[in-house]
T-cell receptor, first 116, second 117 residues
């Protein structure tokens, strides 16, 4: 069974703090894909990153960075020097090559509140 | 490129009625997926369409159905509405992997917020 767990339901930080959002996944497939999405108060899910199971390189994009570790089945997301505009719900999601389609399994989401 | 569009954005229906939601994917995207988001169940996959065929279906009752047209636009229908169907319905579109296979990221529309009274 495919499963994504985001243990942190809510995190509150003060602006300029670094924050890490945890994501742990379960899958029996050897080829799978992991994603992060941001859902601001407007409601639309915004794509942040896609990573396949064969690429364990960490990625940095501006203040955002992702740490993928297959050994611990984790795909954590770090925001450096957080800003109020980062306040949103963040979802980690999993898909796999043999699901005959494009189904995403989402974690429960982490609500991040960045206070000025 | 224009993003994924969904109509209507808001809808209020009465229990027992039916509803049709519409989604226009990003140009060139042939896969369209639908998700239901509720505070209690989170984001749940409903179904996915590609080339006018349903490729995948989530664990929802038969009251939930969908279709895709030749221009990749998609509709979903919920019949005999129940109070528990109140939710944000999100449509997403993506490219489709080639012969070597790949799963591409999905781009989401703004959603249709359905309230059933």
């Amino acid at each position: 069974a495919q499963k994504v767990t985001q243990a942190q339901t809510e995190i509150s930080v003060v602006e300029k703090e670094d924050v890490t959002l945890d994501c742990v996944y379960e899958t029996r497939d050897t080829t799978y894909y992991l994603f992060w999405y941001k859902q601001p108060p407007s409601g639309e899910l915004v794509f942040l990153i896609r990573r396949n199971s064969f690429d364990e390189q960490n990625e940095i994009s501006g203040r955002y960075s992702w740490n993928f570790q297959k050994s611990t089945s984790s795909f954590n997301f770090t925001i450096t020097a957080s800003q109020v505009v980062d306040s949103a719900v963040y979802f980690c999601a999993l898909s796999w090559l043999n699901n005959a389609g494009n189904m995403l399994t989402f974690g429960g989401g982490t609500r991040l509140m960045v206070k000025p | 490129k224009a993003g994924v569009t969904q109509t209507p954005r808001y809808l209020i229906k009465t229990r027992g009625q039916q509803v049709t939601l519409s989604c226009s994917p990003i140009s060139g995207h042939r896969s369209v997926s639908w998700y239901q988001q509720t505070p209690g169940q989170g984001l749940q996959f409903l179904f996915e369409y590609f080339s006018e065929t349903q490729r995948n279906k989530g664990n929802f009752p038969g009251r939930f159905s969908g279709r895709q047209f030749s221009n990749s636009r998609s509709e979903m229908n919920v019949s005999t509405l129940e109070l528990g169907d109140s939710a944000l319905y999100l449509c997403a579109s993506s490219l489709v992997g080639g012969a070597a296979g790949a799963v591409y990221e999905q781009y989401f529309g703004p959603g249709t917020r359905l309230t059933v009274t």
